[in-house]
C-alpha cells in the first residue's frame, strides 16, 4: 500500500530519549511503530508488524503497527527516530534539514523482526558489522 509518511515527536518518545533510555524495550515499543488509519489497518488485513519501504524502494525498516483515528486513510506517522530515519530521504534540498512531513512509502505486512536501536545502527547503517 503506497501511503504519505508524516513523522514527528512524541510525549513518550521525548520522555524515553531526552532520559537517555533509548536501547530500552519501552522506547522500541514507543518508536518502532507506524501508526495506521482504521481503514487502511484492516485493508491491510490487521497485521502487528509492517515493512515500511523508502518511496525510491532503496531503504526499508520492519516495525510494529499502531491502529488509530490519528490519522487518516493514505497516510501513516512514526515517531521521528532511528527507524523512521532509515527511510527519510538524507537529501535536504539546502534548508539544512530532510523532510519528515509527507514523504511516499509502501507499508506491507510482515512477520520478520522489529530490530533494537541499536541493531538498527549496528545492521542498517554499520552494514551488518
Not at 25 to 47: G, H, K, N, Q
Not at 79 to 108: C, F, H, M, Q
Request: with cysteine; aromatic share 6%.
Amino acid at each position: 500500500m503506497e501511503v504519505l509518511l508524516i513523522t514527528g515527536s512524541t510525549i513518550d518518545e521525548g520522555r524515553l530519549a531526552k532520559g537517555g533510555d533509548k536501547f530500552t524495550d519501552d522506547y522500541t515499543m514507543e518508536c518502532a511503530r507506524c501508526w495506521i488509519s482504521p481503514a487502511d489497518f484492516v485493508s491491510l488485513c490487521s497485521p502487528d508488524k509492517v515493512k515500511v519501504t523508502s518511496g525510491n524502494g532503496k531503504h526499508s525498516v520492519n516495525v510494529y503497527t499502531r491502529c488509530t483515528d490519528s490519522v487518516q486513510p493514505g497516510q501513516v506517522f512514526m515517531p521521528r527516530a532511528i527507524w523512521s530515519n532509515v527511510v527519510i530521504d538524507p537529501d535536504t534540498l539546502s534548508t539544512g534539514s530532510p523532510l519528515y512531513k509527507g514523504i511516499p512509502v509502501t507499508i506491507e505486512p510482515t512477520e520478520k523482526e522489529v530490530l533494537s536501536a541499536e541493531d538498527v545502527v549496528l545492521k542498517v547503517y554499520l552494514g551488518g558489522q
